[in-house]
């Protein structure tokens, strides 16, 4: 039974219920819900709330563009959509010590050039944020540093101080003392990410509250904490490799799925040029079990080398290993591989790995996984001037992509001279593609494909 000023919150969907139950009334998720401190002010109103004024759409419609602020930080910019929308919130998650900290300050440094900004850590006391800040080459005319952890005091200094950019870091170190539980409860993350943001949208002042992550890589807190936010960014990365991406997963004033990349030095973070190349350097050229598929991240074209290995299983049940590419495709292409590729993978375990550090959502990248598994399984190299794009059907054709002249042209940019891309529908397999730089090969099934290995 609940305490008495408690009430139980999923954290899956943020639905909150008077007592215990073993799955969420709301979303169904299962052993969810979790006691928190009910927060003051809740419960039904005495008298009727007065009608706000409404707004005919015509009126809003006339209204002019979004006005943006850039932070001056390309990759940044182009994963937010061009820049931080006035009065916004964006939430940034990733693994601890991947370098969000860091990035942070260095957006923050590059915005307070030209406006001014506050940053505000938690974590850290004032001297190691200026020992890092010192690091980083940190500038900005108009940055304010602030170590804080009280909520109120937070609220004042940005009452006081007006910044255009408020960046908190974490989340789940600031605590509202009106609920009188520890900071980073569910409860405290709820309440302090929406005083933030509606302190934010008051002020007109773009906020980036950083997050953490849980040990699956989810966000901690309530699912609810996303909802509160206008665009939610994942850092990603090997902490033992240089690289870094910045994920957009929601944006309501862009696109998501937009890729900005990063290389960690011992300055900070530096935006990664050319990141194609930079992924396919010291590729294994002529090696079995290696292909380059040419993926799409949002508006981004990579080329990427995706690199399989298979082995005769010592276990009943033959193992899918899979690093960077989403492990049901990986299972699925093997499946499609066995049952219209000819290849015998029952008894195999399958490892299949996309090289740099990235992960890859992109249904495009099948066909490369499929010639990668299959070089791998017959131990004959793929072509190395060759790259692959195309999504693999149940049925073993090869269905369209979008963006695949795009994808043809990167290629041909990075000095491959052959590309294998589904047939478009309704016509036949044909070779062509002079206007792109490179032979474009259309192909309608996995068995046609196939057969170029080695040619």
Known sequence: MAQKGEEQVCVECGAATPRWMGRCPACGAWGSLRAVARVAGRGAREEPGVAPPTVPAGDLLATPPVERLPSGIGEWDRVLGGGFVAGSAVLVGGEPGIGKSTLLLQ??????????????????????????????GVSGPHLRLLAETDLERLAAAVRRDRPRLLVVDSVQTVRDGRLGTPAGTIAQVRCVAGELVELGRSANTTTLLVGHVTKDGALAGPKTLEHLVDTVLSFE??????????????????????????????????????????????????????????????RRTLLVELQALTVGSATVVPRRTVVGLEPGRAALVAAVLERWGGLALAGTDVFVAAVGGVRIGDPGADLGAAIAIASAH????????????GELGLCGDLRAVPALEAR??????LGFSRCVVPAEPGTSPARGGADVGLELVRLSRLGEALALLGS
């Open 107 to 136: 957006v923050a440094d590059r915005v307070a050039a030209g406006v001014s900004a506050l940053y505000v850590t938690g974590e850290e006391s004032l001297e190691q944020l200026a020992r890092r800040a010192r690091r980083v």
């Open 237 to 298: 990365g090997d902490d033992r490799g240089a690289q870094r991406v910045v994920r957009c997963t929601k944006n309501r004033f862009g696109a998501v799925d937009e890729l900005g990349v990063f290389e960690m030095t011992g300055h900070g973070l530096v935006e990664a040029r050319d990141v194609s190349a930079r992924l396919l350097a010291g590729r294994a050229r002529g090696a079995a079990g290696s292909a380059v598929a040419a993926v799409r991240e949002g």
């Open 378 to 389: 017959a131990g004959r190299a793929a072509p190395a001037d060759t790259a692959w794009v």
């Open 408 to 413: 043809a042209v990167e290629a041909a940019r």
